[in-house]
Each structure stands twice: as structure tokens, then as C-alpha cells.
């Protein structure tokens, strides 16, 4: 193809495999489900934030960071393997969570804590409406330290971290060829944008005849619609790269945020419990677990008939497990 990408800082465990579940979706033949399982990008720096973060490092090392600061939940994994990547790199990192010191125990916030991330907690609606303020004063109060800071916004979901699900794409073109499977259809969730935003980039500029499907785990499908396609501009005007994506190309199904981000119906947690007992496949609660729970949803109702062979991408999110065990006891 006739594009460069940027440059890319090589940190995650790349190419993760496909695998096919041995019991996953056997009921719903001639469909099958595969598994491109970016929860194998690494250990604690592992998941889909990874690849997107691979990007942000050549970006935050040139303008000599010495501080990575960012944004989440207490049980972030993007913030997890923000603080990770910093202590790995000798860099300090500063976290910027939605909730209360109370609601912080093991999971990653656990590992946050572990890593020497600095914690700054503020409530909701803080978060909601002046999260990058804060954020930017936090950089502000490090210059006047005499320290260069570095900010990352919410899951690394802006134009640069777009690049690591365009750069996956090509290389699942290439697994493609080796496996001599057709897939016709790419699920993700959906928590901030940049994941799905970079899929749709490589669907287009690969010129790919596949759909790409995305489950909202928070807000709502207009929401995603709106901050995919800003992405998208975002990536044509800073890198040049035009796919020409309109609104109507993001396809973002809604429905399935159930009592909220990050908090989980019986149902999904059944679920999860039993992919893991059949399969020895880890989903999480938060983000893969909804998901799943949705496809799996829209084949029982018959809505994604024309597509045979769905390739979901694991986004990782194993840490954030843990705090939810409780709920499986139950």
C-alpha cells in the first residue's frame, strides 16, 4: 500500500495469534468465531493499549518526557500499562482516576501502586467535564518543577495511538494468508474509540472486503460515532493518511453497557465463567466480557447472518478481573 505509517517504539509481544476456541460458538454454525488475542501483547504490559502506546513512545522520548501523565477508572488498564511502561523506562508517571481511594484494591490498580504511579482521584463529573484541565494543570505544577510532562488522553485514543490498530491490521492480513481463512467480519469493543478507529483505517486504506463491528461498554454508539470519525480527521490531517471514512462507515452497536462501565450483570459473568471453563479463555468484565456477551446476543437474534467466519479481538483486560471475583463466588 502507498502509506507510511510513524514510527513505532517496539515494546509489545507482536504477532499475537488467532486461535480458534474449541467450544466457542458452536451453536451458531455455519458461523465461527476466532480469537485474535491481543491479551498476549505482553504480561502487565498487555492488551490493545500496548500497541497504540507504542506509537505515543517514539512521540513523548523525542520531546524528552520525564513524566507520562493519563486518565481513567481506578481499574484502568490503559493507565495500568501507562504507569508500567513509564517505571520500565525509568520515567515517572502521574494517573488521573475517575472514583475514590476506597474503590482502589488489587487488579490494576494494585500494580499501579506497585509501579510507583502517582494518583491523583477525582469524582465523575470532574472526570466527565474537566478531565484534560486537570490533567494539563498537573503539567503545568510538573514544569515549574523543572520537569518535562507528557500527556496521554484516555485509553491513548487520539490520532498517533490510531496507528497500533492500523499497524494490527496489517498484520493480521498476514495471518489471514496463512491460515486460508476469509474473515468477513472484525469485532471489538468499544471504550474509547482508538481501537475500532484504527481497524476502520486499515480496513480502507488495506481496501479490506470486511465489516468492522464495534460494542460500546460505555456512553452510547452516537457518542463513539462522533469520536471515531474526529479520529479519523484527526489522522488525515496530521499524517496525511485519507481513507475517506464517513459517518455511516462506523458501525457501532449499542445496547449492551448493561447497568453501566465497568459494572456487571449475572449474565455476563455467567458467560465469562463458562468460556473460561470450556475454552481456558480469559474474558474480563469491563470491556472483551460485554462484548462477547453482545455478539453472541446479535447471532441468537439471527442480526449478523451474512457473516461467516467473525474474528473478535481480545482486547486483553485479565487484571481487571480480580476485583470482581466476588462476583463469580456468587
Known amino acids: 500500500m502507498n502509506f507510511k505509517l510513524p514510527a513505532r517504539k517496539k515494546i509489545a509481544l507482536l504477532p499475537t495469534p488467532i486461535k480458534k476456541p474449541i467450544h466457542l460458538g458452536d451453536q451458531f454454525s455455519p458461523h465461527q468465531i476466532f480469537i485474535k488475542r491481543d491479551d498476549l501483547t505482553g504480561c502487565t504490559l498487555t492488551g490493545n493499549k500496548i500497541r497504540k502506546l507504542e506509537f505515543l513512545a517514539v512521540d513523548y522520548e523525542k520531546q524528552g518526557a520525564d513524566v507520562l501523565i493519563t486518565c481513567g477508572g481506578v481499574q484502568s488498564n490503559h493507565a495500568r500499562a501507562t504507569a508500567v511502561l513509564a517505571a520500565e523506562t525509568g520515567l515517572k508517571s502521574h494517573l488521573v482516576l475517575r472514583g475514590s481511594p476506597e474503590e482502589g484494591r488489587g487488579g490494576n490498580f494494585f500494580l499501579k501502586q506497585l509501579v510507583g504511579a502517582k494518583v491523583t482521584f477525582i469524582t465523575a463529573d470532574e472526570y466527565r467535564d474537566q478531565r484534560n484541565e486537570i490533567m494539563e494543570q498537573i503539567a503545568h505544577d510538573y514544569a515549574k518543577q523543572g520537569q518535562k510532562a507528557?500527556?496521554?488522553?484516555?485509553?491513548?485514543?487520539?490520532?498517533?495511538?490510531?496507528?497500533?490498530y492500523l499497524h494490527a491490521v496489517s498484520e493480521m492480513v498476514q495471518q489471514w494468508k496463512e491460515l486460508?481463512?476469509?474473515?468477513?467480519l472484525m469485532v471489538v469493543p468499544v471504550g474509547s474509540g482508538g481501537t475500532y478507529a484504527g481497524l476502520l483505517l486499515g480496513k480502507h486504506l488495506y481496501k479490506l472486503d470486511i465489516e468492522v463491528i464495534g460494542f460500546n461498554v460505555a456512553d452510547t454508539a452516537e457518542y463513539f460515532v462522533n469520536r471515531i470519525f474526529e479520529i479519523s480527521?484527526?489522522?488525515?490531517?496530521d499524517y496525511g493518511l485519507d481513507a475517506g471514512?464517513?459517518?455511516s462507515d462506523i458501525h457501532i452497536i449499542d445496547g449492551y453497557v448493561g447497568i453501566g462501565y465497568a459494572k456487571s450483570r449475572p449474565e455476563e459473568i455467567e458467560l465469562i465463567q463458562r468460556i473460561a471453563r470450556e475454552n481456558g479463555l480469559i474474558l474480563d468484565p469491563v470491556y472483551t466480557g460485554k462484548a462477547m456477551y453482545g455478539l453472541l446476543e446479535q447471532l441468537k437474534q439471527g442480526n449478523l447472518k451474512k457473516y461467516k467466519n467473525i474474528l473478535f479481538i481480545h482486547t486483553g483486560g485479565i487484571w481487571g478481573?480480580?476485583?470482581?471475583?466476588?462476583l463469580f463466588s456468587k
Open 150 to 164: 507528557y500527556i496521554i488522553p484516555e485509553g491513548a485514543s487520539n490520532a498517533l495511538g490510531a496507528m497500533g
Open 180 to 184: 486460508k481463512v476469509r474473515f468477513d
Open 233 to 237: 480527521q484527526e489522522v488525515k490531517r
Open 245 to 247: 471514512i464517513k459517518k
Open 321 to 326: 478481573i480480580f476485583p470482581a471475583e466476588d
